[in-house]
């Protein structure tokens, strides 16, 4: 059972909104010459006050949205996850974003996500470069390119990130296989809230693809898009096959 979709209530309150707003244009433009102006600007103050509130209450539920995902993904069984990242990987490796691709990014996987270290062991088979990303300040990321001698840290967040290591452009990066904590069929993603990958991907022309576990795939109304989000090229999941 997916989460309850946590917007409804708010998007029921604001169509009351517009309606209420439409009414008062159409009494305005008979009534509001005879209106006092400290009535018209009280009146007005209300109607930010509402819509602020309902903008507070949307980036609220979308938190909520993020945490619920992480809850189910952190409650997955073993097993399952095993079974589908397996399949998902196989699938990853039969497209043509994959096959076609020289430098791979991928991410150095937290033990709850669906793990990358089979992905980064079999682009190095396949004589792919890859890297991994590099937390910036004032949260920008860059991609370095690992090998074996690689030596990491752990970071705050407790990732994994390289100490040392070509930085590469993101011009010459064929593929991105972009983490996220949900995602949707056609390409939206729900992140972790730091906005890494959004600012990154909004100068990058490359390929990206998603792996979808069962429990991340969302509906396509569960959360608001926003203007900074980018779309995923390719979400590979298992209810396409």
């Known amino acids: 059972m997916k989460p309850?979709?946590?917007?409804?209530?708010?998007?029921?309150?604001?169509?009351?909104?517009?309606?209420?707003?439409r009414t008062v244009a159409i009494f305005a433009q008979k009534r509001l010459h005879k209106l006092p102006l400290a009535v018209i600007i009280t009146f007005c103050k209300r109607l930010s006050i509402r819509f602020t509130e309902g903008e507070r209450k949307l980036t609220h539920s979308k938190k909520e949205m993020r945490k619920a995902y992480l809850a189910r993904l952190q409650q997955l069984?073993?097993?399952?996850?095993?079974?589908?990242q397996h399949r998902l990987a196989q699938k990853?490796?039969?497209?043509?974003?994959?096959?076609?691709?020289?430098?791979?990014?991928?991410?150095?996987?937290?033990?709850?996500?669906?793990?990358?270290a089979p992905l980064i062991l079999h682009a190095r088979h396949e004589g792919k470069r890859v890297l991994v990303p590099r937390t910036l300040p004032k949260r920008q990321m860059e991609f370095v390119q690992i090998d074996e001698d690689t030596e990491f840290e752990e970071t705050g967040f407790g990732v994994?990130?390289?100490?040392a290591g070509m930085?590469?452009?993101?011009?010459?990066?064929?593929?991105i296989v972009v983490p996220g904590v949900a995602f949707t069929a056609d390409g939206k993603r729900l992140g972790f809230g730091g906005g890494y990958y959004d600012r990154y991907l909004a100068n990058y022309l490359g390929q990206t693809v998603s792996l979808a576990?069962?429990?991340?795939?969302?509906?396509?109304?569960e959360w608001p898009g926003e203007d900074h989000d980018v779309m995923i090229g390719r979400v590979v999941n298992l209810e396409q096959e």
């Open 4 to 21: 309850k979709n946590v917007f409804m209530d708010w998007g029921n309150q604001f169509g009351i909104l517009v309606q209420i707003m």
């Open 77 to 84: 069984d073993q097993n399952t996850r095993l079974r589908e």
């Open 92 to 116: 990853l490796y039969d497209l043509p974003q994959w096959t076609n691709a020289k430098t791979v990014a991928l991410t150095m996987s937290q033990s709850f996500e669906l793990d990358t």
């Open 160 to 163: 994994l990130e390289p100490l």
């Open 167 to 175: 930085v590469l452009q993101p011009q010459e990066i064929d593929l």
């Open 213 to 221: 576990l069962t429990t991340q795939l969302a509906d396509a109304a």
